[in-house]
């Protein structure tokens, strides 16, 4: 349920090269002490950097690019691990770069946090390598204590990042909660404002002045996410898929995603299996 590998051993054991787009059912950690290259997340290209983490959840796709051998370690979780370690899902939730959609960039880390994070995972790889009884429950607090630790780095640098607002505003994460829930079946904003008690209007503007993105924008996200995971991920045609996703129409679907990405699903689903 918990795992915690070196990064300069999974580059080896690689032989250097770059892995396939591919997502796991479990969460994800990456914590480069030094690395160059790129890393991409749901499609999202970002620029590796020394001292900075990516988290990743569940079923999300990435891809490590290394430009050369890197430090770090990534860790790996369950949900079973997080339940059976009574750490609860609102901390996942309010760090920001835990992100299912849209944008997940990294949390770079000053020299000042460094000994902390490093600390943490040092501990980790004592208990996993030397102690027996209890090792997971150690693993655990451990875990906690690093999660918490980057809840409170993202808290510190809200003031400097509108886009770290979001994780305490409470309309943004209801209507998250909402989109992750009800995206295949409510498509317009006034769907999300109805439930939420508010106009349409007035949450397009609350998320957008949270996010700097509206929350018809947030709406697009998810399909089009949801819609290349799938492309990319199964074999389903282009008609299942957009009746998988709420559209009426396969032709309403093909219109929407070039509309949005420029090109075509059958297109994307080709250059994205090169």
């Given amino acids: ?101 849209g944008q997940s960039p990294p949390l770079t880390i000053n020299e000042k946090q460094m000994p902390v994070y490093t600390g943490l995972i040092s501990q980790m790889e004592f208990y996993l390598s030397n102690i027996d009884n209890y090792r997971m429950e150690a693993l655990g607090s451990l875990l906690k204590l690093f999660l918490i630790q980057s809840n409170n780095h993202c808290s510190l640098q809200k003031a400097n990042n509108p886009q770290l607002i979001e994780t305490s505003n409470h309309l943004l994460h209801s209507f998250k909660r909402l989109l992750n829930t009800h995206y295949t079946t409510w498509h317009m904003v006034s769907d999300y404002a109805s439930e939420l008690a508010v106009t349409a209007d007035y949450l397009n503007k609350t998320v957008k002045n949270s996010t700097g993105k509206s929350a018809k924008e947030h709406i697009q996200s998810k399909l089009i996410v949801e819609a290349k995971r799938t492309l990319l991920f199964t074999n389903i045609s282009n008609k299942e898929l957009s009746y998988q996703l709420g559209f009426e129409e396969s032709a309403h679907f093909n219109n929407f995603f070039k509309k949005t990405t420029g090109i075509t699903p059958s297109d994307f689903r080709a250059t994205a299996r090169l």
Avoid at 26 to 51: A, C, L, P, R
Avoid at 78 to 83: A, D, G, Q, R, V
């Fill in 1 to 101: 349920m918990f795992i915690l590998c070196r990064l300069d051993d999974l580059y080896r054991s690689n032989n250097g090269e770059s892995d396939v787009p591919h997502r796991h059912d479990y969460y994800t950690i990456i914590f480069f002490v030094e690395g160059s290259g790129k890393h991409i997340i749901d499609f999202t290209e970002y620029t590796i950097e020394n001292q900075s983490l990516y988290f990743i959840l569940p079923d999300q796709m990435h891809q490590v690019l290394p430009a050369s051998e890197p430090k770090g370690w990534t860790l790996k979780f369950t949900e079973e691990f997080l339940i059976s370690n009574s750490i609860h899902d609102q901390l996942i939730n309010d760090i920001y770069l835990f992100n299912d959609y």
